[in-house]
């Protein structure tokens, strides 16, 4: 298997798409192959462009990231598009159709498109995720675009990954909108508004505008570009502001204090992650976690003193804090 | 101090509000007093029926809960509110004027309300949220209302304490709807489209009805209620469909069946954080931790092989599921 995996490694930083596909899809399923091939090739990555683009479903990043990559292979740079696809049982596949514009960079083999899917192990998912961006970035791909949806904690686990987040908003749909308002989302560093033929656009920006006056600066202005993606207008814009911000984080030396924080909390949640997995093995042959469960359901013991028994049992080396005796 | 937990645990499950203010207090701060509290009043919770409302910011929320609390209140019940508030540095407590109509009960007795500030520690928010709800049941509160923004995965922890989960929308508001349609959201137990008096207000219910048509069944038709919140029109028909979900999960056996579900995950959740938070204390003050993050950074060590060096160093006893050795 060692010589399986040495020449995907070889052949994945000579840039062939198979083996990086083979790669992604190794670390997908969560096979030991996949993880050694990421060690093998982690000390080549850090050169690509990692940017995260989240928004609401409908939001229209699809086509916006089929807008960037038309302009970036224009500028003859590699690109990689990793999509992080919601799905449930019952709708699964069904966001296809808002792909179409993705779909024309198919047979351009200067481009590599790859959904993921959220199939409820979310931890999982963000772990993954950053597995996948780190191989498109050791196969020489200049540019990673991250798609998200929502605005949930999960979400933003995935998006710190990338060095530069844009948030896009659609007029005449409040949510988004509200949500950074609320402070449930963070502060992005570049806003697009999207669908910019809409009459209700300027309202929007004004909006925006209003809630970036009450965030902090750090230094760098966010700015809001209107765009509309599916006519390719607003986007040589877009482009520019993306180098701007890439140049201001690698002269402020933020982009390495950026990547230090989230390789940090990278590590931590893949420590988290295999905690959390070795506890579910352990208790899944355990009966006296059933019957701890039975007492829980029963009113007999709280959940939080089953937690404290159950890390007792599993692992007596595992603090409680705040747990009374 | 037991003595003092002794007769705020009795002061509590009397009913007294300010025992119940201050064992959530309690909690929240995470004081061991706040964890015994919870174990010695567990046995007398299960009684409240809890429901859960979620939806993006702006849509309604609390209007809605202000006008529920009136007819439960009217009904001789008692009530409490406990509301997850996103907040973020620059924008604490800017949601309050939201909350105008919530105030009207601030100064009813059967009423208590309950903000939750939500400051990054998420599973720790999930778990402190599930103490306090836990509280206000044991206080005899009738009926428990959460309150969530967002359609993220921490916030479906918190909303899946409910035992009844209400999704709020709003017409022309399109972000939400995308989401369901998507599957980002889970199909929850009833659909209010508040506001109806908008002009896209059968837009919305239609769109609702083609998503809820492709949603498995499990013998409970998910009904979509119009209401007005802040003129109080289609909440007493809300309360009729929550009187009737919950009759439903009584008969079906679903009660018992999602509230086990849910124990569980609560159980699993509070491991969880438990570990998270005794890694994190460990690698405080831990040289080796960031020599470790030192070489990932400086892409000689991968994030996941610097996790398996660190789940062996902090605890032997872990495994680390698919990690390449």
Same mark, same amino acid.
């Given at each position: ?18 083996? @990086?596909?083979?790669? /992604? ?10 993880? #050694?091939?990421?060690? !093998? ?6 050169? $690509? ?30 690109? $990689?598009? +990793? ?38 192990? @979310? %931890? ?5 995720? +950053? &597995? $996948? ?21 999960? !979400?933003?686990? /995935?998006?710190?990954? $990338? ?11 409040? =949510? ?12 992005? =560093? /570049? ?5 910019? =033929?809409?009459?209700?656009? #300027? ?10 006056? @009450?965030?902090?600066?750090? %230094?760098?202005?966010?700015? /809001? ?40 909390? !990278? ?13 579910? #093995?352990?208790?899944? &042959?355990? !009966? ?38």
């Amino acid at each position: 298997m060692a010589q399986t995996t040495d020449s995907l490694a070889q052949r994945l930083l000579d840039g062939d798409r198979r083996a @990086l596909a083979r790669a /992604i899809t190794l670390v997908e399923s969560d096979d030991p192959a996949g993880w #050694e091939l990421v060690r !093998e090739v982690y000390p080549k990555t850090g050169q $690509a462009t990692i940017v995260g683009l989240t928004g609401a479903p409908g939001a229209g990043k699809s086509t916006l990231i089929g807008a960037l990559t038309k302009l970036r292979r224009e500028q003859e740079r590699q690109v $990689a598009v +990793l999509s992080i696809d919601p799905s449930s049982p019952f709708t699964q596949g069904a966001l296809l159709g808002d792909r179409i514009r993705l779909t024309d960079h198919f047979l351009d083999p200067g481009v590599f498109i790859r959904s993921m899917a959220n199939r409820g192990a @979310l %931890g999982g998912l963000s772990e993954a995720a +950053l &597995q $996948a961006a780190l191989l498109m970035d050791a196969a020489g791909r200049d540019d990673v675009f991250l798609e998200t949806v929502g605005v949930g904690q999960a !979400e933003v686990d /995935i998006i710190d990954h $990338a060095d530069t987040v844009v948030l896009v908003l659609m007029p005449g749909s409040g =949510d988004s909108i509200q949500a950074l308002k609320a402070g449930v989302m963070e502060i992005p =560093d /570049i806003i697009v508004v999207n669908k910019a =033929d809409h009459p209700l656009t #300027e309202t929007m920006v004004r909006e925006v505008r209003a809630v970036l006056s @009450l965030a902090p600066h750090g %230094g760098w202005r966010v700015p /809001i570009v209107k765009t509309e993606a599916s006519r390719g207008k607003g986007v040589p814009e877009l482009v520019e502001r993306l180098d701007e911000h890439r140049a201001h984080i690698e002269q402020e030396g933020t982009l390495s204090e950026r990547r230090r924080r989230n390789l940090r909390s !990278e590590v931590l949640g893949i420590c988290t992650f295999r905690m959390r997995a070795a506890l579910e #093995e352990q208790l899944a &042959q355990d !009966e006296e976690f059933q019957r701890l469960l039975d007492e829980v359901v029963a009113r007999r013991l709280d959940p939080a003193s089953a937690a404290t028994q159950i890390l007792r049992r599993v692992d007596p080396a595992q603090a409680e804090p705040g747990a009374g005796d």
